[in-house]
């Protein structure tokens, strides 16, 4: 029998009530489960980085403690592997000490798009390409679920900013949709079949995700097929009942019990029988998954876990520049070590995806292994990581005379835990002052710097011209320190490419003119154009282009082949070419197939990535890559026709290791009845780009792309206040003044260092009503302070004892 239908065997006995009491989080972490029936409690834990476990089982709050763990790089630095196998050891890993510590599910990873550098949760997701966004979230996938431990893929869907990220709804296009912001959970959900899906904050066309049927009924399951789980993030659902009737199935955290409520709801036909007898039905199979574990050989213990993350730091960590072959350094002799990341790493983000490490080593404590005292690498801190750490005058005075004693300056810089972090977005893409000043100081004195950069996304670097190497190592985990040791020293070749663009300004980015919002709308003007995408078609100078990463050899292009040279409606195209390593070292080369059409009537992309292969070579191999495209390679979604489709044209297909650097290009004959799409009048400035940036772009042009009006956000009136309403929304009448009093006060005393308090204070004013049982009140309450804010003293009274969704 299969799990599936043991899980329908097991429902079919159970209550209405019984049934209800599954559809809803057991307090933060768990899922109900029923011993006496045959499945058990499911324990669900973040995150994206590794296992983030509270102390106690008893303890909901992680803030007060979690359980040490490896913590292992960071998804920006993860994707610039471009090896799924890679993910999937790194999510083996994770899963081994899920399964130490009695976690059912892990919730990663999220392959939301980088559509914007200033998204302060960046370094959680992959990339700003679906197809190497969704191929690494399914790697991590199997890797964890091959050993009977589930993942939740978050966040669904176009989650892709933290301003307001409890209420913006998300403006997009059907085609920019289903081409960029969907790829990425289509291809893991069809290659991998997570187990469960969370569900975003934000809405989309108005619909907040939780009660979107569209997108979690009709897309999700009806067209990809999806047999697990949906759950809420945590707090996003903003009426249970709505939720549950669109395709939710389990309403997290849950604090309450609404059981005999549901199932009120479901005998009034509010909400079907059906619908809560498939949900609870879907629980039960996911317990019952759940009690299959593989579990680690005895021989993985925690060391190979830290291998684990060092591997998989070197092996993605990015060379961006390397004047005359500086780097390596063997031994970093003639060096000084300049930067206080050297001593005091950045080697994670802020948020749900922090992790206590069991194991930190800095870049220091590596260099001065197996060194005697007295004979360290000489080190200064330079600058300051908080208004703590002592005179910036000083310490950049004792940075510049280190550096003018020695041959070669190792300068580690990058930006401060207080810059990027859940919640939040970064204000611009500056590296902090200080550290720019530094560098300066350091180059009058010593020519010879390398540039070590810890950060989640990209920043301006108006010293790339002067620095003689450029090493990114992103957040690199607990290991970051003997990872980029070793990379700087050549005891590992980088192999890493950059899974985003890294732009010389922000003024440069697409999306910059109306990111992150407009009246509580998140406008996606730029539409498919993200990324590499706009700055090739506007033919737009880039700092670093997508997928660009050098090494310590040289690799060379050859032998394309591809057959047939025509393509019809039933057919694929062969393409087969070689790649070489024509240098003096082992390394690994990352061979890219984008494609493009020419003199297409559709709106597109000068090309797109189609596929990917990460090969290490010897000095002298070489390899041959053979790949496969079919129709779905050539196609475009069609918003008219609701479906994809292949132009008749042209096609180029081009080979290199950057979205700009393809030596290698073929041509392809695509015959098909489908003739394209052409709106060249209505959408002028979409077919010729502006080199300058889309501030051009009009509402009327995005409306006609759209194929709607863009539908305005009404405000909030006073006295008409909703449970979706804000604390800010409220902050004018007299219980919201009391809210923000009494949040301050605990913010105050919470909150370490102090420079979080502003971020943390501007989260808590944009936290809508709803979600005060985060805050360790009953829903009710909630409804209370909406009547407050109302001026309804009275109905508060009552809705405070009674009232339910």
Same mark, same amino acid.
């Given at each position: 029998?299969?799990?599936?239908?043991?899980?329908?065997?097991?429902?079919?006995?159970?209550?209405?009530?019984?049934?209800?009491?599954?559809?809803?989080?057991?307090?933060?972490?768990?899922?109900?489960?029923?011993?006496?029936?045959?499945?058990?409690?499911?324990?669900?834990?973040?995150?994206?980085?590794?296992?983030?476990?509270?102390?106690?089982?008893?303890?909901?709050?992680?803030?007060?403690?979690?359980?040490?763990?490896?913590?292992?790089?960071?998804?920006?630095?993860?994707?610039?592997?471009?090896?799924?196998?890679?993910?999937?050891?790194?999510?083996?890993?994770?899963?081994?000490?899920?399964?130490?510590?009695?976690?059912?599910?892990?919730?990663?990873?999220?392959?939301?798009?980088?559509?914007?550098?200033?998204?302060?949760?960046?370094?959680?997701?992959?990339?700003?390409?679906?197809?190497?966004? !969704? +191929?690494?979230? &399914?790697?991590? @996938?199997?890797?964890?679920?091959?050993?009977? #431990?589930?993942? $939740? *893929? /978050?966040?669904?869907?176009?989650?892709?900013?933290?301003?307001?990220?409890?209420?913006?709804?998300?403006?997009?296009?059907?085609?920019?949709?289903?081409?960029?912001?969907?790829?990425?959970?289509?291809?893991?959900?069809?290659?991998?079949?997570?187990?469960?899906?969370?569900?975003?904050?934000?809405?989309?066309?108005?619909?907040?995700?939780?009660?979107?049927?569209?997108?979690?009924?009709?897309?999700?399951?009806?067209?990809?097929?999806?047999?697990?789980?949906?759950?809420?993030?945590?707090?996003?659902?903003?009426?249970?009942?709505?939720?549950?009737?669109?395709?939710?199935?389990?309403?997290?955290?849950?604090?309450?019990?609404?059981?005999?409520?549901?199932?009120?709801?479901?005998?009034? !036909? +509010?909400?079907? &029988?059906?619908? @809560?007898?498939?949900?609870?039905?879907?629980? #039960?199979?996911? $317990? *019952? /998954?759940?009690?299959?574990?593989?579990?680690?050989?005895?021989?993985?213990?925690?060391?190979?876990?830290?291998?684990?993350?060092?591997?998989?730091?070197?092996?993605?960590?990015?060379?961006?520049?390397?004047?005359?072959?500086?780097?390596?350094?063997?031994?970093?002799?003639?060096?000084?070590?300049?930067?206080?990341?050297?001593?005091?790493?950045?080697?994670?983000?802020?948020?749900?995806?922090?992790?206590?490490?069991?194991?930190?080593?800095?870049?220091?404590?590596?260099?001065?292994?197996?060194?005697?005292?007295?004979?360290?690498?000489?080190?200064?801190?330079?600058?300051?990581?908080?208004?703590?750490?002592?005179?910036?005058?000083?310490?950049?005075?004792?940075?510049?005379?280190?550096?003018?004693?020695?041959?070669?300056?190792?300068?580690?810089?990058?930006?401060?835990?207080?810059?990027?972090?859940?919640?939040?977005?970064?204000?611009?893409?500056?590296?902090?002052?200080?550290?720019?000043?530094?560098?300066?100081?350091?180059?009058?004195?010593?020519?010879?710097?390398?540039?070590?950069?810890?950060?989640?996304?990209?920043?301006?670097?108006?010293?790339?011209?002067?620095?003689?190497?450029?090493?990114?190592?992103?957040?690199?985990?607990?290991?970051?320190?003997?990872?980029?040791?070793?990379?700087?020293?050549?005891?590992?070749?980088?192999?890493?490419?950059?899974?985003?663009?890294?732009?010389?300004?922000?003024?440069?980015?697409?999306?910059?003119?109306?990111?992150?919002?407009?009246?509580?709308?998140?406008?996606?003007?730029?539409?498919?154009?993200?990324?590499?995408?706009?700055?090739?078609?506007?033919?737009?100078?880039?700092?670093?282009?997508?997928?660009?990463?050098?090494?310590?050899?040289?690799?060379?292009?050859?032998?394309?082949?591809?057959?047939?040279?025509?393509?019809?409606?039933?057919?694929?195209?062969?393409?087969?070419?070689?790649?070489?390593?024509?240098?003096?070292?082992?390394?690994?080369?990352?061979?890219?197939?984008?494609?493009?059409?020419?003199?297409?009537?559709?709106?597109?992309?000068?090309?797109?990535?189609?596929?990917?292969?990460?090969?290490?070579?010897?000095?002298?191999?070489?390899?041959?890559?053979?790949?496969?495209?079919?129709?779905?390679?050539?196609?475009?979604?069609?918003?008219?026709?609701?479906?994809?489709?292949?132009?008749?044209?042209?096609?180029?297909?081009?080979?290199?290791?950057?979205?700009?650097?393809?030596?290698?290009?073929?041509?392809?004959?695509?015959?098909?009845?489908?003739?394209?799409?052409?709106?060249?009048?209505?959408?002028?400035?979409?077919?010729?780009?502006?080199?300058?940036?889309?501030?051009?772009?009009?509402?009327?042009?995005?409306?006609?792309?759209?194929?709607?009006?863009?539908?305005?956000?009404?405000?909030?009136?006073?006295?008409?206040?909703?449970?979706?309403?804000?604390?800010?929304?409220?902050?004018?009448?007299?219980?919201?003044?009391?809210?923000?009093?009494?949040?301050?006060?605990?913010?105050?005393?919470?909150?370490?260092?102090?420079?979080?308090?502003?971020?943390?204070?501007?989260?808590?004013?944009?936290?809508?009503?709803?979600?005060?049982?985060?805050?360790?009140?009953?829903?009710?309450?909630?409804?209370?302070?909406?009547?407050?804010?109302?001026?309804?003293?009275?109905?508060?009274?009552?809705?405070?004892?009674?009232?339910?969704?």
């Amino acid at each position: 029998m299969s799990i599936n239908e043991e899980a329908k065997e097991i429902v079919a006995k159970m209550s209405v009530k019984e049934k209800a009491a599954l559809v809803y989080g057991d307090g933060t972490w768990k899922l109900h489960g029923n011993h006496k029936k045959g499945f058990e409690v499911v324990t669900v834990n973040d995150g994206p980085c590794g296992l983030r476990k509270p102390y106690s089982d008893k303890a909901d709050d992680v803030s007060i403690g979690a359980i040490p763990a490896t913590c292992f790089p960071a998804p920006c630095l993860m994707a610039c592997s471009w090896d799924p196998s890679l993910e999937e050891k790194v999510g083996q890993a994770v899963a081994y000490e899920c399964i130490a510590n009695k976690t059912d599910v892990i919730l990663a990873p999220g392959v939301n798009i980088k559509r914007n550098p200033l998204c302060g949760r960046n370094f959680e997701y992959l990339s700003e390409d679906p197809l190497l966004a !969704g +191929k690494m979230g &399914a790697g991590y @996938i199997r890797g964890v679920q091959n050993q009977g #431990v589930g993942v $939740s *893929l /978050k966040h669904f869907a176009l989650n892709n900013q933290e301003t307001h990220r409890f209420t913006y709804s998300a403006v997009c296009d059907a085609r920019a949709m289903r081409e960029i912001y969907l790829k990425p959970f289509e291809i893991a959900v069809k290659e991998s079949s997570p187990w469960t899906v969370m569900c975003s904050y934000n809405r989309i066309g108005g619909v907040y995700s939780a009660d979107n049927r569209w997108l979690l009924t009709d897309v999700l399951r009806k067209e990809w097929g999806f047999d697990g789980v949906v759950v809420s993030d945590w707090g996003a659902t903003t009426n249970p009942i709505v939720s549950h009737a669109s395709g939710l199935d389990v309403q997290m955290p849950c604090y309450e019990k609404y059981a005999k409520h549901i199932a009120k709801n479901v005998k009034k !036909g +509010k909400l079907s &029988a059906t619908a @809560i007898t498939e949900e609870a039905e879907r629980v #039960v199979a996911l $317990s *019952l /998954k759940c009690q299959h574990k593989i579990g680690p050989t005895s021989a993985f213990n925690e060391g190979m876990a830290f291998e684990v993350a060092k591997e998989a730091a070197e092996k993605s960590v990015v060379l961006l520049k390397n004047d005359d072959d500086f780097l390596p350094i063997a031994g970093l002799k003639d060096c000084c070590v300049i930067g206080a990341f050297a001593k005091t790493p950045r080697y994670q983000g802020a948020g749900s995806s922090r992790v206590n490490p069991l194991k930190i080593v800095d870049f220091l404590t590596s260099a001065n292994a197996g060194r005697s005292s007295g004979n360290e690498v000489p080190y200064a801190k330079g600058y300051r990581l908080n208004e703590k750490d002592g005179d910036p005058k000083v310490l950049k005075l004792e940075a510049v005379d280190l550096a003018h004693s020695h041959k070669k300056v190792i300068l580690f810089l990058g930006l401060p835990d207080e810059y990027e972090a859940e919640g939040f977005d970064r204000l611009n893409m500056l590296l902090p002052l200080e550290q720019v000043e530094l560098f300066d100081a350091l180059y009058r004195v010593n020519q010879n710097i390398v540039v070590v950069l810890s950060c989640g996304a990209p920043v301006e670097l108006p010293f790339a011209s002067k620095a003689k190497a450029i090493l990114l190592g992103y957040l690199a985990g607990e290991a970051s320190g003997p990872a980029l040791f070793d990379t700087l020293t050549g005891a590992n070749n980088p192999s890493g490419k950059l899974a985003e663009t890294w732009p010389l300004h922000y003024n440069d980015v697409p999306s910059q003119a109306f990111y992150p919002l407009s009246d509580n709308n998140s406008l996606y003007k730029e539409s498919i154009f993200v990324g590499y995408r706009y700055y090739e078609k506007a033919n737009r100078t880039v700092l670093y282009p997508f997928g660009y990463g050098l090494s310590y050899t040289k690799f060379a292009f050859s032998s394309l082949k591809v057959t047939p040279s025509s393509l019809n409606e039933k057919g694929s195209v062969s393409v087969s070419f070689k790649v070489s390593n024509i240098g003096t070292k082992e390394g690994s080369e990352v061979a890219q197939i984008y494609v493009g059409q020419k003199n297409s009537k559709t709106l597109k992309a000068l090309r797109e990535l189609k596929y990917f292969e990460k090969v290490n070579l010897k000095p002298g191999q070489s390899k041959v890559i053979k790949a496969v495209l079919t129709l779905q390679d050539f196609s475009n979604y069609d918003d008219t026709l609701e479906r994809y489709e292949a132009e008749e044209g042209t096609y180029l297909i081009e080979v290199g290791d950057s979205s700009v650097d393809l030596p290698l290009n073929a041509e392809v004959d695509v015959k098909s009845p489908y003739k394209g799409l052409d709106r060249r009048a209505q959408l002028s400035t979409y077919y010729n780009l502006p080199s300058k940036g889309l501030l051009l772009i009009g509402d009327e042009e995005f409306e006609r792309l759209l194929g709607h009006p863009i539908s305005t956000d009404i405000p909030a009136k006073p006295h008409h206040y909703c449970l979706n309403n804000t604390i800010k929304d409220i902050s004018n009448t007299w219980i919201g003044k009391k809210i923000i009093v009494e949040l301050k006060k605990r913010m105050i005393k919470d909150s370490d260092p102090k420079q979080y308090q502003d971020q943390i204070m501007d989260m808590l004013m944009d936290t809508p009503i709803r979600m005060v049982s985060m805050m360790g009140l009953p829903s009710k309450y909630g409804m209370a302070i909406v009547d407050l804010a109302n001026r309804r003293p009275i109905k508060a009274v009552f809705d405070a004892m009674f009232w339910h969704y």
